[in-house]
């Protein structure tokens, strides 16, 4: 039987904090702005950049928050082309992805992150090719509308069934929800593990060794 298991990036697969803050701030600043804290900052990862900065910047336009969105991206592109760009996997995902692929597992990502951003990341630790299908917030609405989902089952041939949703924030566990996707938390990422059950979860993973058992389905 085929399965598919969708990953969001930041936070699930890779650890990026301190560039997303970094870059969030230079933003608020290149526009005159306070910054928000960085635990505000954090969480509003997830989320496609004009929703983040609405949650930022609270009573902004539209305009603002696309302007505040094209800023961050500048700052990132600004600090991945001087090499200041660190988002290292985090222990254990290399080798469970690899054990989930060569097991007959589908992989796809469903993220808030660039299509560019993605692409960069996964090319650089090398691990792209293990990926059928990638969503971004270039092709579709914030998290947590499920059409990132969505498209992934269309790409795989898959029910929302065979599927099942690995992220770190309330916003995967809301999208894998309103998809109709199992939905797995992990504990090293941006929020909460009680705020992962609290928002679908089925179970928050500790371990990597935790995950695997989880989308296998031997754990809840």
Known sequence: MSRVAIFDCDGTLVDGQANVCIAMEEAFAASDLEAPSRSLIRRAVGLSLPQAMAMLLPGSTAAEQEMLAERYRIAFREHRRAGLIDEPLFDGMRE??????????QLAVATG??????????????????????????????????????TVLWDTGLQA???????????DMMMAGAAGVRALGVDWGYHGGE???????VGVAETMNDLRKMIEGDQP
């Not at 990341?121 to 293990?130: A, P, S, V």
């Not at 069934?161 to 916003?171: C, E, K, L, R």
């Not at 705020?195 to 979860?201: P, R, Y």
């Open 161 to 171: 069934g065979d599927a099942v949703m690995i992220g770190d924030t309330s916003f």
């Open 195 to 201: 705020e992962l059950l609290a928002t679908g979860a």
């Open 96 to 105: 469970l992805l690899i054990d989930l692929h060569e097991s007959g597992w």
């Open 113 to 150: 992150k660039s299509k560019r951003g993605l692409r960069h990341c996964l090319e650089t630790h090398g691990i792209k090719h293990l990926f059928c299908s990638l969503q971004t917030a270039d092709d579709h609405p914030s998290k947590p509308d499920p059409a990132m989902i969505n």
